[in-house]
């Protein structure tokens, strides 16, 4: 499992080998962790509060000085859509031996129309665009407004996919969903 943290305007929060020189007190160029299950156990909330303590924060008061950082996690359930063959721990051995998955490289279309390989560790979270993490990052803030304004699971989907204005849904949604709820 890899737990990276993204920004809007740097893509992934890292720093360029200069920034490290000069900050001889950070440890980590990068602020992303790969855990293995077999090595290093579940990946907890205790290790995302590290990560984010000693490897995100600091980076980020180098790349933003003066500025203060809204950290945002997700806890989508797309982490339940997986292809047939994806790590996942329930399918995999407890103890050494057997048929245990392996991580595969991905592939993509690039836009020659040429098929690339995609390696599935380090590398691809470097080639994540910054406008596609813009995009994540807008998407992301709807969906606290709404649960901001009480709406809860699918409504909360609904709403975030049918109000397209910029950042926010409308300050009347609660009246809006109650009459459709009428209906």
């Given at each position: 499992m890899i737990?990276?943290?993204?920004?809007?305007?740097?893509?992934?929060l890292r720093l360029s080998?200069?920034?490290?020189?000069?900050?001889?007190?950070?440890?980590n160029k990068e602020a992303f962790?790969?855990?293995?299950?077999?090595?290093?156990?579940?990946?907890?909330?205790?290790?995302?509060l590290d990560q984010l303590v000693h490897q995100a924060i600091p980076i980020f008061e180098i790349l933003h000085p003066g500025c203060v950082g809204v950290f945002c996690f997700d806890q989508s359930t797309n982490h339940n859509a997986m292809a047939a063959d994806a790590l996942i721990a329930t399918r995999m051995n407890l103890s050494p031996g057997g048929a245990q998955p392996k991580m595969r490289d991905g592939w993509y279309?690039?836009?020659?129309?040429?098929k690339q390989t995609q390696l599935m560790v380090l590398e691809v979270l470097i080639s994540?665009?910054?406008?596609?993490?813009?995009?994540?990052a807008r998407k992301s803030w709807k969906y606290m407004d709404a649960y901001n304004k009480g709406l809860e699971?699918?409504?909360?989907e609904w709403a975030v996919n049918k109000y397209k204005s910029h950042r926010r849904l409308p300050e009347n949604i609660e009246r809006i969903m109650?009459?459709?709820d009428n209906t």
């Open positions: 737990s990276a943290f993204l920004c809007p305007c740097h893509g992934l080998n200069e920034q490290l020189q000069e900050n001889p007190h950070i440890k962790v790969i855990c293995s299950i077999q090595t290093d156990g579940y990946w907890k909330s205790k290790h995302m279309i690039d836009k020659n129309g040429e994540v665009s910054v406008t596609t993490i813009r995009k994540f699971g699918r409504t909360a109650d009459q459709l």
